[in-house]
Protein backbone atom coordinates (compact mmCIF):
# COMPACT_ATOMS: atom_id res chain seq x y z
CA UNK A 1 0.00 0.00 0.00
CA UNK A 2 1.55 3.46 -1.11
CA UNK A 3 1.74 5.94 1.83
CA UNK A 4 1.49 3.42 4.02
CA UNK A 5 1.90 4.93 8.00
CA UNK A 6 1.71 1.35 9.78
CA UNK A 7 5.34 1.74 10.93
CA UNK A 8 4.31 5.20 12.77
CA UNK A 9 1.66 2.76 14.91
CA UNK A 10 3.98 0.28 16.16
CA UNK A 11 5.65 0.83 19.39
CA UNK A 12 9.36 0.38 19.79
CA UNK A 13 10.50 -2.19 22.94
CA UNK A 14 13.77 0.34 23.24
CA UNK A 15 11.99 3.52 24.51
CA UNK A 16 8.70 4.26 26.73
CA UNK A 17 5.75 4.89 24.75
CA UNK A 18 2.41 6.71 25.11
CA UNK A 19 0.74 3.41 25.11
CA UNK A 20 3.11 2.55 28.65
CA UNK A 21 1.49 5.83 30.00
CA UNK A 22 -1.74 5.75 28.98
CA UNK A 23 -4.86 6.26 31.62
CA UNK A 24 -1.98 7.20 34.33
CA UNK A 25 0.12 10.01 34.77
CA UNK A 26 3.40 9.08 36.02
CA UNK A 27 6.08 10.74 37.91
CA UNK A 28 9.60 10.40 36.46
CA UNK A 29 12.88 11.04 38.49
CA UNK A 30 15.67 11.81 36.18
CA UNK A 31 18.67 9.72 36.91
CA UNK A 32 20.44 10.14 33.52
CA UNK A 33 20.37 12.06 29.83
CA UNK A 34 22.14 10.84 26.87
CA UNK A 35 22.47 12.94 24.14
CA UNK A 36 23.35 11.48 20.70
CA UNK A 37 22.35 11.61 16.87
CA UNK A 38 19.89 11.09 14.69
CA UNK A 39 15.90 11.67 15.16
CA UNK A 40 15.60 11.05 18.52
CA UNK A 41 19.13 12.80 19.94
CA UNK A 42 18.04 12.78 23.91
CA UNK A 43 17.88 9.83 25.94
CA UNK A 44 15.77 10.49 29.46
CA UNK A 45 16.70 7.79 31.53
CA UNK A 46 14.70 7.43 34.86
CA UNK A 47 14.09 5.63 37.80
CA UNK A 48 12.06 2.73 36.90
CA UNK A 49 12.42 2.74 33.42
CA UNK A 50 13.67 -1.10 33.26
CA UNK A 51 16.03 -0.04 30.58
CA UNK A 52 13.39 1.87 27.83
CA UNK A 53 14.27 5.71 28.27
CA UNK A 54 12.06 8.51 27.51
CA UNK A 55 12.57 9.90 23.88
CA UNK A 56 10.90 13.63 24.17
CA UNK A 57 10.00 14.62 20.69
CA UNK A 58 11.53 18.07 19.60
CA UNK A 59 8.51 20.02 20.77
CA UNK A 60 8.65 18.77 24.74
CA UNK A 61 12.63 19.19 24.36
CA UNK A 62 11.81 22.77 23.86
CA UNK A 63 8.99 22.42 26.33
CA UNK A 64 12.03 21.27 29.49
CA UNK A 65 14.73 23.53 27.90
CA UNK A 66 12.56 26.36 28.27
CA UNK A 67 12.01 25.40 31.57
CA UNK A 68 15.21 23.86 33.27
CA UNK A 69 17.52 25.67 30.93
CA UNK A 70 19.58 23.62 27.84
CA UNK A 71 22.27 22.00 29.96
CA UNK A 72 20.93 18.70 30.06
CA UNK A 73 23.44 17.72 33.33
CA UNK A 74 21.24 20.24 35.41
CA UNK A 75 18.29 17.60 34.88
CA UNK A 76 19.54 14.95 36.69
CA UNK A 77 17.58 14.66 39.76
CA UNK A 78 14.92 16.11 38.86
CA UNK A 79 11.06 15.01 38.49
CA UNK A 80 8.57 15.65 35.55
CA UNK A 81 5.18 14.31 35.35
CA UNK A 82 4.10 12.67 31.84
CA UNK A 83 0.89 12.54 30.33
CA UNK A 84 -0.42 10.48 27.11
CA UNK A 85 -1.55 12.99 24.62
CA UNK A 86 -4.37 11.00 22.36
CA UNK A 87 -4.67 13.74 20.18
CA UNK A 88 -1.27 13.43 18.69
CA UNK A 89 -1.13 13.02 15.16
CA UNK A 90 0.89 11.47 12.49
CA UNK A 91 0.23 11.42 8.89
CA UNK A 92 -3.47 12.80 9.80
CA UNK A 93 -4.07 9.81 11.90
CA UNK A 94 -4.21 9.97 16.08
CA UNK A 95 -1.75 7.92 17.53
CA UNK A 96 -1.11 9.70 20.75
CA UNK A 97 2.48 10.94 22.31
CA UNK A 98 4.10 11.89 25.25
CA UNK A 99 3.52 15.17 26.79
CA UNK A 100 5.02 17.19 29.55
CA UNK A 101 2.04 17.68 32.45
CA UNK A 102 4.38 19.18 35.50
CA UNK A 103 7.82 19.86 36.34
CA UNK A 104 9.85 20.79 39.93
CA UNK A 105 12.32 23.10 39.88
CA UNK A 106 10.17 25.70 38.27
CA UNK A 107 8.09 28.93 39.70
CA UNK A 108 5.33 27.89 41.44
CA UNK A 109 3.08 29.46 39.33
CA UNK A 110 3.89 27.29 36.41
CA UNK A 111 4.93 28.12 33.25
CA UNK A 112 3.05 29.19 29.52
CA UNK A 113 4.10 28.08 26.13
CA UNK A 114 2.98 28.10 22.95
CA UNK A 115 2.81 24.69 20.92
CA UNK A 116 2.80 24.06 17.27
CA UNK A 117 0.93 21.88 16.08
CA UNK A 118 0.17 22.53 12.37
CA UNK A 119 1.98 25.78 10.06
CA UNK A 120 -1.43 27.49 10.64
CA UNK A 121 -2.32 26.34 14.52
CA UNK A 122 -0.95 26.87 17.88
CA UNK A 123 -2.30 26.04 21.20
CA UNK A 124 -1.21 27.63 24.44
CA UNK A 125 0.67 24.87 26.61
CA UNK A 126 0.47 24.99 30.57
CA UNK A 127 2.98 23.09 32.74
CA UNK A 128 2.37 22.80 35.99
CA UNK A 129 5.04 23.12 39.12
CA UNK A 130 5.37 19.55 40.48
CA UNK A 131 5.59 19.43 44.16
CA UNK A 132 8.23 16.48 45.07
CA UNK A 133 6.25 13.98 47.01
CA UNK A 134 8.25 12.60 49.84
CA UNK A 135 6.14 10.02 51.56
CA UNK A 136 7.00 6.67 51.01
CA UNK A 137 5.16 3.72 49.64
CA UNK A 138 5.03 0.89 52.74
CA UNK A 139 7.17 -2.05 52.13
CA UNK A 140 5.36 -4.74 53.69
CA UNK A 141 2.16 -2.93 51.37
CA UNK A 142 4.64 -3.56 48.59
CA UNK A 143 5.71 -6.86 49.33
CA UNK A 144 1.99 -8.38 49.96
CA UNK A 145 0.60 -6.62 46.73
CA UNK A 146 4.13 -7.71 44.46
CA UNK A 147 2.63 -10.74 43.39
CA UNK A 148 -0.92 -9.46 41.82
CA UNK A 149 0.91 -6.48 40.54
CA UNK A 150 3.07 -8.89 38.22
CA UNK A 151 -0.40 -11.03 37.17
CA UNK A 152 -1.20 -7.50 35.97
CA UNK A 153 1.87 -7.07 34.18
CA UNK A 154 1.24 -10.64 32.56
CA UNK A 155 -1.87 -9.69 31.18
CA UNK A 156 -1.08 -6.37 30.02
CA UNK A 157 -0.82 -3.81 32.33
CA UNK A 158 2.37 -1.93 31.64
CA UNK A 159 5.23 -1.34 34.04
CA UNK A 160 4.29 2.32 33.83
CA UNK A 161 1.23 1.97 35.10
CA UNK A 162 1.89 -0.18 37.82
CA UNK A 163 4.46 2.22 39.18
CA UNK A 164 1.96 5.23 38.46
CA UNK A 165 -0.44 3.32 40.10
CA UNK A 166 1.64 2.87 43.46
CA UNK A 167 2.73 6.72 43.06
CA UNK A 168 -0.70 7.20 44.11
CA UNK A 169 0.25 5.52 47.51
CA UNK A 170 3.72 6.71 48.22
CA UNK A 171 7.50 7.02 46.31
CA UNK A 172 8.95 3.60 45.76
CA UNK A 173 12.31 2.83 46.77
CA UNK A 174 15.44 1.99 44.85
CA UNK A 175 14.46 -1.62 45.99
CA UNK A 176 10.87 -2.25 45.03
CA UNK A 177 11.44 -0.48 41.45
CA UNK A 178 14.16 -2.80 40.83
CA UNK A 179 11.81 -5.88 42.16
CA UNK A 180 9.55 -4.67 39.59
CA UNK A 181 11.79 -4.45 36.86
CA UNK A 182 12.86 -7.41 37.10
CA UNK A 183 9.41 -9.29 36.93
CA UNK A 184 8.21 -7.22 33.79
CA UNK A 185 7.93 -8.73 30.77
CA UNK A 186 10.48 -8.84 27.94
CA UNK A 187 8.86 -6.62 24.79
CA UNK A 188 9.79 -7.81 21.43
CA UNK A 189 8.88 -5.77 18.53
CA UNK A 190 8.43 -7.09 15.15
CA UNK A 191 11.58 -6.74 13.25
CA UNK A 192 9.67 -5.19 10.20
CA UNK A 193 9.13 -2.33 13.56
CA UNK A 194 10.79 1.20 11.44
CA UNK A 195 11.62 4.23 12.74
CA UNK A 196 8.67 6.75 13.70
CA UNK A 197 7.00 6.33 17.09
CA UNK A 198 3.80 7.85 17.74
CA UNK A 199 6.26 10.76 19.42
CA UNK A 200 8.24 11.71 16.49
CA UNK A 201 4.34 13.00 15.44
CA UNK A 202 5.60 16.27 17.43
CA UNK A 203 8.85 15.97 16.36
CA UNK A 204 8.70 19.16 14.12
CA UNK A 205 6.97 20.72 17.09
CA UNK A 206 7.83 24.42 17.83
CA UNK A 207 7.35 25.87 20.89
CA UNK A 208 7.84 29.49 22.21
CA UNK A 209 7.44 30.61 25.57
CA UNK A 210 4.72 33.50 25.84
CA UNK A 211 5.85 34.27 29.57
CA UNK A 212 9.78 35.65 29.15
CA UNK A 213 9.68 36.75 32.59
CA UNK A 214 8.88 32.96 34.04
CA UNK A 215 11.23 31.86 32.19
CA UNK A 216 13.56 33.93 33.47
CA UNK A 217 12.63 32.70 36.97
CA UNK A 218 13.03 28.75 35.84
CA UNK A 219 16.60 29.61 34.78
CA UNK A 220 17.67 31.64 37.16
CA UNK A 221 16.33 29.33 39.85
CA UNK A 222 18.15 26.46 37.96
CA UNK A 223 21.96 28.87 38.13
CA UNK A 224 20.93 28.97 41.68
Known sequence: MKDDIGFALEAKSDQMNAID???VEPVIKIREVKVLK????VWVYFDGDNNRPWKPSKGMLRIIGGAW?????VWVGRQAQLFCENSVTWGGKE????QVRALSDIPLEGLNFLLTISRTKRIPFFVAFLK???KLYPDEQFNELLPK???KMQTGTTLQQIIATCQKTGVLSEDQLKKLE???PVIIDD?????????KAQENANVNTTNEKQQGQAQGEQKA
Do not use: L
Not at 38 to 41: L, S
Open 21 to 23: IMG
Open 38 to 41: GDQP
Open 69 to 73: GRDSS
Open 95 to 98: VGGI
Open 132 to 134: VEE
Open 149 to 151: MVR
Open 182 to 184: SCA
Open 191 to 199: DSDQQGSSE
